[in-house]
């Protein structure tokens, strides 16, 4: 079964600090999905890489999807207190990504920003 | 709007009680789902359902029963509770073609005590 890793599993970062989150699969992605949680809420969609290679942005948020598509990373430039959360990676399981497929989830990287 | 909208946010209940969470979408979505994230924050999937069709069971006890009404509903029943199911309790939506989004609701946090 498809496993993702994501890593660190927690960060601290000073205000204004760049940081990055990354997720490695244990077999090819169909797709890549990045979530955000704060404590006490649900999931809050933030971008999906289909594409080997591909990189989408939003606000100070970006996302890459290696070429190999097997791992995707997290950047936040000049980080705020609003940034934080948990941030999870989610692969659908089989090719074409079917809408009744099951989406599995790294563990998570719990991110705090010191103001 | 909600979305995706769950009740109840909290529940504290007794070993052995039987609960429900009730899941609701008003997105038109054919695919609905449960999810568990324990207390490291993993978030595992426990069923899927499509059309109120069963699709995924991912080796849950069974004394977790999910019920879909219909498509626009998705509720968990579970039967003599335990400590060990004391977790956050997500319910999510996606609908249909390739690599489309989850949305999830608000979560239930169950405690068992």
């Known amino acids: 079964s498809q496993e993702l890793e994501q890593s660190p599993q927690s960060l601290i970062v000073q205000e204004g600090k760049n940081l990055t989150i990354n997720c490695t699969s244990s077999k090819t992605l169909y797709g890549l999905y990045w979530y955000k949680q704060k404590y006490g809420e649900g999931l809050i969609f933030l971008m999906m890489l289909q594409k080997g290679g591909e990189e989408k942005s939003h606000e100070k948020i970006t996302a890459k999807l290696d070429e190999k598509k097997q791992q995707s990373s997290l950047h936040i430039t000049a980080s705020q207190p609003s940034h934080a959360g948990i941030y999870l990676c989610?692969?659908?399981?089989?090719?074409?990504?079917?809408?009744?497929?099951?989406?599995?989830f790294g563990q998570g990287t719990i991110l705090t920003v010191h103001p | 709007d909600t979305a995706v909208s769950q009740t109840p946010k909290y529940l504290v209940t007794q070993m052995g009680n039987d609960k429900s969470i009730k899941c609701e979408q008003n997105?038109?979505?054919?695919?609905m789902y449960w999810y568990k994230q324990d207390s490291k924050k993993f978030l595992k999937i426990m069923f899927s359902y499509n059309n109120k069709e069963l699709i995924i069971n991912e080796t849950v006890p069974n004394r977790f029963s999910p019920k879909s009404p219909d498509k626009a509903h998705l509720n968990l029943h579970i039967n003599s509770l335990e400590l060990g199911d004391s977790a956050v309790y997500f319910c999510?939506?996606?609908?249909?073609?390739?690599?489309?989004?989850?949305?999830f609701g608000q979560g239930t946090r169950l405690t068992v005590v």
């Open positions: 999510a939506s996606r609908g249909t073609g390739t690599n489309t989004e989850a949305f």
């Open positions: 997105l038109g979505h054919d695919t």
């Open positions: 989610g692969a659908p399981t089989n090719a074409g990504g079917t809408s009744y497929g099951k989406l599995t």
